[in-house]
């Protein structure tokens, strides 16, 4: 028996919406749709990380930062002190963290290959 | 014992000085690469170099030796042991003659750079094979020897023979390379161990019964590994072929060295693998390789292929003695290693002076040459005379050796003995081929020219000869040298070395040989039709057959999958990441399938959840914007992916995961102005108007495209359900990072301390992924002329407006609040990358509101620089501390200060750098109008 709880779904479905789009607008006849297309699969993979890696770890009583807006102390009401610590986990996010900095790298060499593909003539008005 | 006995500091201190001795032919190489630059005309000089190095590297070799050292290894990649030492000696001696003998031959070469560096790493390769004692380290050297003996053999590029010749040894020798890897790995996963002396236990559970298939699978990846190397039939087909290499390497190579290398191994695991049943296989192989390539030797009328094959046989001879694995036959063999090393590196060098001297190296053209150099002759004839086992020569004392030894081995010694004497039967006739036809004999062949060689040329080779006739006068001498190697093996010697022994067996059957041997060269003729026929069984034309197939097969795999189109791109992208998906599908987690739930929506307020599943519909809506509505303007495409960028700001920030939150919103205000600045500058792709209009139709005549996003979609669907679903785990990392961050970091903040100190090896390697992308932005546009397109810009039209001052100012703002998530990076939200990529938006700021100011900034170094400051300030953070306790990646914490911060620092310069790279984006010369 399967139990499915809304949050879960959600991101579930989220998740394979922003993939979905991202390859549609990767496999686009358009070089500019490619490029969006590429930057947004990488969001979309960044989100995934982020979101399977959300499980709460024993952090052993010491204090860290990082915790989640969902477990900081004035958002739980009258949960244990155990799922309070509840967080991303560090190294998922130290991954995404270098992640979305690459992305960012491939992103703007990609619009450079673009712009000297398809320069703007002279006398060209700006769009 | 000795462990005990000897200080950890003190065994550690000897392994490291026994690495310095390593590093000096890489130093070498570095030299190779440097002294072009300052003296491109004496490149050839490298060549005496070679020589020095190798002399200084042996010097280094027996003053480290000379240390009191106890036997055995201690977990380390390198050990110290007397075969390590007696093949490395041998390595460097030959090189010191070799670098001698190529300052004469490559005069008139080309490339000399390339050549002169691959030899520096080839002896590298090799001396660290000698010392290896570790699996793996083991078959990175033995790879490293095939590649840099490939650049050497294909030094002649214009030859498609030698490029044949090279791909033929890269390929024989690198998969001999794979069989060894597989040996490593098998023999790792039975024993537990790296270490070669793991093998100990494989005959412990050999014994015992246990792991055959193991055990035979681990022995036969070693005798693939060695019967490739030392070419041995039937992969003996590529050493013919390397021939196409300039003589010293060919010298080097195929005397002391590259086909050595197998030897070296037969020798490093004799004392583990001789008891195994199995190692009795080197035997017959041995036995036949050296009847085979004598006799095919016989009808080689090129010199160079007459010592290749000479050249196999001696290996066979060797192979077939160390079969016998006890340690009276590895002496006669470590004997006879060095006896051939000499003779073989003389013969070959004299072969190279006749090539000089008469452009040709045919037999049936050569002739007469004793008249016209007289030392010449005299050291072929004293070299080859000793690999015929004339008495008196080096060469007769170790076939003496070897046939005592192999009488002495078992009840089929005597049989083995006559083998060998046969096989020298047909060394005597090629090497009266050698020495009488072209030297001395006088016949009507035609006349040739022969240039004088110099003299320096020929006295390497002929001081190589004097050993020959030292080692067979006095063969106390090499005693010497091999019990001073081998002393850890026995206290006495195993078998003495005779100049002239009693008359025994071995005696009279080396005589008749020598006599068989003239009888055989004057009656060759007939036979030669015959031996031709035994080329049948060369494998190389089944080599090349296979080589060319194999590329074919590449070719249709590639067209298959890499064919510029990009639904077969997807297609198989996207089988690749299912099948990924589905192999690391935990089948037993569905097989017990019971979930829990996401624990976490009970900890959600009504406030948190509202807010979360809002920004979740509201990317969705973004994204199935941007896919169904078909923007004419790109602008639109723009704002829609910051918009779903900021989504992801906020859902990261519920997620727990604050730093990624900053560094998504940098990231997202800097895309969005680099597109902003790809839009100025560019103009809109032309897409057919017709199309466009059935831009629905087109993509439902897509088949594949609608699959592949079908596909994708349904596998991320499930995977993030199957894994937020999945029972949780124990996160031992995460929880351990967690507990020792502030004891041994001394930070608060988890995510940057991974980052800078607990994988700072893991972000030192995708900084420089980052900067690579950022010179190749750099790179593409420097090809790009913006001079005329940037009287468009933007800043032209705010240039006197009052919103510039307050832009300037938020600027130094940002500059502010980027040093404050710098410093406190460790404790707080924040860090290198954040900080980094505040700067950037803070120079973009002045970039595009006050370009004057801009200006002001030009004497600081262009973003490239900054970018190879950061990465220089990273890897010296990190090395630092080799300096202080001789630990790279170490951090210290002093006085409250962690010195991984440092690391930070230089992530915010580097990334900082690369925005400063990609402002100046179109063209700023118009800065200066």
């Known amino acids: 028996m399967i139990e499915v709880d809304l949050v879960s779904f959600l991101m579930a479905l989220l998740i394979a919406i922003l993939m979905g789009a991202s390859i549609f607008l990767c496999t686009h006849e358009k070089l500019w749709k490619k490029i969006v297309g590429v930057a947004l699969l990488g969001n979309a993979i960044n989100l995934f990380i982020v979101v399977v890696s959300f499980r709460p770890y024993d952090v052993g009583g010491q204090e860290i930062m990082n915790l989640s807006a969902f477990s900081r102390p004035a958002f739980i009401q009258g949960a244990s002190k155990k799922l309070a610590l509840s967080l991303s986990d560090p190294i998922a996010q130290a991954l995404v963290l270098t992640a979305i900095v690459i992305g960012f790298a491939v992103l703007c060499l990609l619009l450079m290959l673009y712009l000297s593909h398809y320069p703007k003539g002279e006398g060209e008005k700006t769009q | ?929």
């Open chain 2, 1 to 929: 014992m000795f462990l005990l006995g000897c200080g950890f500091e003190a065994k550690k201190m000897l392994i490291n000085k026994l690495v310095a001795v390593l590093y000096i032919p890489l130093l070498y190489v570095a030299l190779c690469l440097i002294w072009p630059l300052f003296f491109p005309k004496a490149k050839n000089v490298l060549a005496v170099f070679f020589s020095i190095f190798s002399l200084l590297a042996l010097a280094e070799l027996w003053s480290v030796f000379s240390l009191p050292f106890p036997a055995g290894s201690f977990d380390t990649y390198f050990v110290f042991e007397g075969v390590g030492k007696f093949f490395a000696s041998l390595v460097l001696f030959i090189g010191a003659f070799i670098g001698l003998y190529s300052y004469s031959y490559m005069k008139q070469e080309h490339s000399l750079t390339k050549f002169y560096f691959a030899l520096g790493l080839f002896q590298f390769s090799m001396l660290g094979l000698s010392f290896v004692e570790h699996w793996l380290a083991l078959v990175v050297f033995w790879e490293l020897s095939s590649v840099s003996s490939f650049l050497l053999i294909s030094h002649n590029r214009e030859s498609t023979e030698s490029q044949k010749g090279a791909f033929r040894a890269l390929l024989t020798t690198a998969f001999g390379g794979f069989a060894l890897l597989i040996s490593a790995l098998l023999c790792w996963k039975l024993s537990g161990s790296w270490a070669l002396s793991g093998l100990a236990d494989l005959t412990a559970f050999m014994h015992a019964g246990e792991y055959s298939l193991e055990i035979s699978i681990v022995f036969f990846g070693v005798f693939f590994a060695v019967l490739t190397k030392s070419a041995q039939f039937p992969f003996h087909f590529w050493l013919p072929g390397a021939m196409a290499a300039p003589t010293p390497v060919s010298a080097y190579l195929h005397s002391a060295t590259l086909v050595k290398a197998g030897i070296l191994l037969l020798f490093k695991l004799a004392p583990y693998l001789s008891a195994w049943p199995l190692w009795e296989l080197f035997i017959p192989v041995g036995a036949l390789t050296y009847l085979f390539a004598g006799l095919v030797a016989l009808t080689k009328d090129d010199l160079k292929g007459l010592l290749a094959y000479s050249t196999i046989a001696q290996l066979a001879l060797i192979i077939l003695c160390l079969g016998v694995g006890s340690p009276v036959a590895m002496w006669a063999a470590a004997f006879h290693v060095t006896s051939h090393a000499i003779f073989k590196a003389s013969l070959f060098m004299m072969v190279g002076i006749v090539d000089h001297g008469a452009h040709t190296r045919k037999i049936s053209i050569l002739h007469g040459l004793g008249r016209k150099s007289k030392l010449l002759a005299l050291c072929t004839a004293i070299a080859g005379l000793a690999m015929a086992g004339v008495p008196f020569l080096v060469g007769f004392v170790s076939k003496e050796m070897l046939l005592t030894t192999l009488l002495k081995s078992s009840s089929y010694g005597v049989l083995l003995c006559v083998i060998v004497a046969a096989g020298a039967i047909c060394t005597t006739a090629y090497v009266l081929r050698l020495v009488w036809e072209i030297f001395w004999k006088k016949n009507s062949k035609p006349s040739f020219q022969f240039e004088q060689p110099t003299l320096f040329s020929v006295l390497v080779p002929f001081a190589l000869s004097c050993f020959c006739i030292l080692g067979g006068l006095y063969p106390a001498s090499i005693e010497v040298f091999l019990a001073n190697c081998f002393e850890s093996v026995d206290g006495v010697l195993p078998i003495k070395a005779h100049v002239l022994p009693a008359w025994h067996l071995e005696f009279q059957l080396s005589l008749a040989a020598l006599l068989l041997g003239f009888g055989l060269y004057k009656i060759r003729k007939p036979f030669e039709q015959l031996i031709k026929g035994l080329s049948f069984f060369e494998l190389k034309s089944l080599f090349d057959f296979s080589f060319a197939k194999m590329i074919r097969l590449g070719e249709l795999a590639s067209n298959l999958v890499q064919n510029n189109r990009s639904s077969s791109f997807l297609i198989s992208s996207v089988l690749v990441g299912v099948s990924v998906f589905v192999f690391f599908l935990p089948f037993d987690l569905l097989l017990n399938f019971k979930f829990s739930i996401f624990e976490h929506s009970e900890l959600l307020s009504f406030n948190d959840l509202f807010v979360f599943v809002g920004t979740c519909i509201l990317l969705v809506l973004l994204v199935l914007t941007m896919v169904f509505v078909n923007f004419e303007r790109r602008w639109n495409d723009v704002i829609l992916l910051g918009a779903t960028g900021s989504c992801l700001v906020l859902l990261f920030y519920l997620l727990g995961a604050p730093d990624l939150a900053l560094t998504q919103a940098t990231v997202e205000v800097l895309s969005l102005a680099f597109m902003a600045i790809t839009l100025l500058y560019s103009r809109r792709e032309s897409v057919d108007r017709a199309k466009k209009a059935q831009a629905w139709k087109v993509f439902a005549s897509q088949s594949w495209r609608i699959g592949a996003i079908a596909i994708v979609s349904i596998v991320s669907f499930v995977a993030t359900l199957f894994v937020l679903l999945a029972p949780i785990s124990s996160r031992v990392a995460a929880s351990y990072y967690g507990q020792v961050t502030k004891l041994l970091a001394g930070g608060r903040n988890v995510v940057n301390v991974i980052l800078v100190d607990f994988r700072g090896f893991d972000t030192l390697g995708e900084i420089v992924v980052f900067s690579a992308a950022a010179l190749c932005f750099a790179a593409l546009r420097s090809d790009l002329s913006f001079e005329k397109l940037d009287k468009l810009a933007l800043y032209k039209k705010t240039e006197s407006s009052w919103m510039r001052n307050w832009f300037v100012v938020f600027a130094y703002l940002l500059f502010v609040m980027a040093l404050y998530f710098l410093f406190r990076g460790h404790y707080e939200p924040g860090g290198g990358f954040v900080g980094g990529l505040l700067i950037a938006v803070a120079v973009l700021l002045i970039r595009f509101y006050w370009p004057q100011a801009y200006v002001s900034l030009k004497p600081f170094p262009r973003g490239v620089y900054w970018v190879l400051l950061g990465l220089a300030l990273a890897v010296a953070a990190v090395a630092l501390p080799v300096f202080i306790d001789g630990k790279v990646f170490q951090s210290y914490i002093v006085s409250g200060f962690a010195s991984s911060s440092l690391f930070d620092f230089a992530l915010a310069m580097l990334v900082a750098g690369v925005a400063l790279e990609l402002v100046q984006a179109p063209n700023e010369d118009f800065l200066y109008d």
